[in-house]
């Protein structure tokens, strides 16, 4: 698809049909690629996981209740990370998830990412049929390492609860992590159990 092809298909988008993306990073643009279409979660305010009612009746503006953070790479973004983020939105009952690609991840110092834009195009492709989910640039920003307890500080203010996905490959990890201490202190872990099927299992003591 050429440039003008793509951007004529991308004004042809309903806007709401659009992931988010936050953080104003510059020069982020749709790639035109294609990623395999995503089955999306029942929209449902009965079932477990709904927004709280707190965030339906702001219309999802303001303090959120129970916000996620999902950290990583994202190169590329792919079905067991929507997995893994449908199942935390439905287990812990979180009114949203806020994905953030890593500038550097400190765990991966030698590895050569994709490039900021090329990653938050991916993720907004991936995202865009899912209304509780989108991307903040907050840690491409920053530059650097991406400290986890550094984007955590920062985003305190933004929810009355902050509940951290982690994978369960990085638990045995964890305890290296900056100020982990705090960290656990400031956000909730949420574990997913990353074996093919996206079944997570809560752990908020991350044990």
Known sequence: ?????????????PPESRARVRGGYPGVRGTGSQLPSYPRPMANSSLPGSPSPDAQASGGAGILRRLGLFGGS?????????????????????????????????HKPERRLA????RVAMLELALAEEPRMEVRCDELERGGTSWTIDTVRALEGE??????????????????????????????????????????????AAR
Do not use: C, Y
């Open 115 to 118: 490039g900021p834009e090329d």
């Open 74 to 106: 994202f190169d590329p973004v792919h079905t067991g990370h929507l997995g893994i983020a449908r199942e935390a939105l439905r287990v812990a009952a979180l009114d949203r998830i806020w994905f953030l690609p890593a500038a550097q991840p400190p």
């Open 159 to 204: 929810a009355e609860e902050l509940w951290l996905l982690i994978g369960s490959d990085n638990l045995p990890g964890l305890p290296g992590w900056r100020e982990v201490e705090e960290l656990l202190e400031r956000a909730r872990p949420l574990v997913a159990a990353r074996d093919g099927a996206a079944a997570a299992a809560l752990d908020e």
């Open 1 to 13: 698809m050429s440039p003008s092809e793509a951007a004529q298909d991308k004004a042809r988008t």
